[in-house]
């Protein structure tokens, strides 16, 4: 079953800096507590509303201006209902064709539209997935009047079903989807248009066993989401299949972080190749370059020689300094009993006058 962290994973298809809106549908068939259709409206990463067959009225999780109430609900009933007849129509098929047996299958569609940095409206994406099996993605691209198919749907299209698609989305899909994402893009801007830098920080583990060193280079606490995070050996990045995370996770208030490793063998560390990352964010003016200084590791030994000498320089000093201050204490507090011994006045002798 498709789910939100899919929904965010799919937006990294939209260009860097462009904005998006997408609506994820569900279509369930058999007995469950769920509602047969819903479906969630998500501004970028920030969900702004929710349909469903309960009620067929959209519900807004965001602010939203009141003199569009009607507008809205019109619109999303012309959308949702048709997503949910055509999904209806296309479970009959789908079963058919991979011989289903009766019981509980989840049919989900996720589709949206692109608004561009220059305010110019983008493509439409389009995914179809049944019971967690990806079956169909396409692009419409307006400007060229062409749909782009990644994957094919298992029942071939005809011309006549490709004509209406094509109809459909340039005549009714996009232009409410463009003119709603105007709309909460303005009405929300302080969230989805803010942007925070990310933060880095380089790790190193040994790893036991002699297996060698593992770096890390971390990107955490940026906003938008849209990063670039390159691992380099020599100048030349690492292949995609020597590198462990890259995936993009959200932290708890509301940015997201991003980690990549990379396992340096004993072998590798002695050969002395240069290991860097790159990073690149639309809040940062230049490409930020880090690079990781793996010529302190010792493979013998899981402290470094260098840290040793200089944390025991660094404790003599602390020694000798604290001798000297406690030696000058000392003659300072000698010195001033000196003093008062020497000058205190001595008891005076008082007459009384006759």
Request: include cysteine; glycine fraction near 6%.
């Amino acid at each position: 079953m498709l789910k939100l962290a899919y929904l965010l994973s799919c937006l990294t298809v939209v260009n860097a800096g462009s904005h998006s809106l997408m609506a994820l549908a569900t279509y369930i068939v058999g007995q469950t507590p769920f509602p047969e259709f819903s479906a969630v409206v998500m501004l970028d990463d920030m969900q702004i509303g929710y349909y469903d067959s309960t009620t067929w009225k959209p519900v807004y999780r965001t602010n939203n201006d009141s003199k569009y109430y009607n507008e809205e609900q019109k619109d999303a009933g012309v959308v949702f209902q048709d997503m949910y007849y055509g999904m209806k129509t296309r479970d009959l098929y789908v079963k058919k064709h991979l011989n289903l047996t009766d019981g509980v299958h989840v049919h989900q569609t996720l589709a949206g539209c692109e608004l561009l940095n220059d305010d110019k409206p983008g493509p439409l994406h389009f995914w179809d997935a049944f019971d967690g099996q990806c079956l169909e993605e396409y692009t419409i691209y307006l400007e060229q009047n062409d749909i782009h198919v990644k994957k094919p749907w298992i029942i071939s299209w005809d011309q006549v079903k490709r004509l209406r698609v094509q109809f459909l989305y340039e005549n009714v899909y996009h232009p409410i989807c463009i003119k709603v994402l105007r709309r909460y893009l303005h009405l929300e801007k302080n969230n989805v248009m803010r942007k925070v830098k990310p933060r880095v920080r380089l790790m190193r583990k040994k790893l036991p066993d002699s297996q060698g060193l593992q770096i890390s280079c971390l990107a955490t606490g940026f906003y938008p989401r849209h990063i670039n995070l390159t691992l380099f050996r020599d100048d030349q990045p690492v292949d995609d299949d020597q590198i462990t995370g890259g995936q993009i996770l959200p932290n708890g208030d509301r940015t997201y972080q991003m980690r990549k490793s990379l396992v340096i063998s004993d072998e590798e560390l002695r050969e002395g190749h240069k290991y860097n990352c790159t990073m690149k964010h639309l809040n940062l003016d230049n490409k930020l370059n880090i690079i990781f200084d793996t010529d302190k590791y010792d493979p013998g030994g899981s402290v470094i020689l260098s840290v040793v000498i200089s944390v025991l320089v660094l404790m003599c000093v602390a020694v000798l300094i604290t001798a000297l201050i406690w030696r000058k204490r000392r003659a300072a507090g000698r010195g001033s009993e000196t003093s008062q011994n020497k000058y205190s006045p001595t008891p005076s002798t008082t007459q009384d006058e006759n």
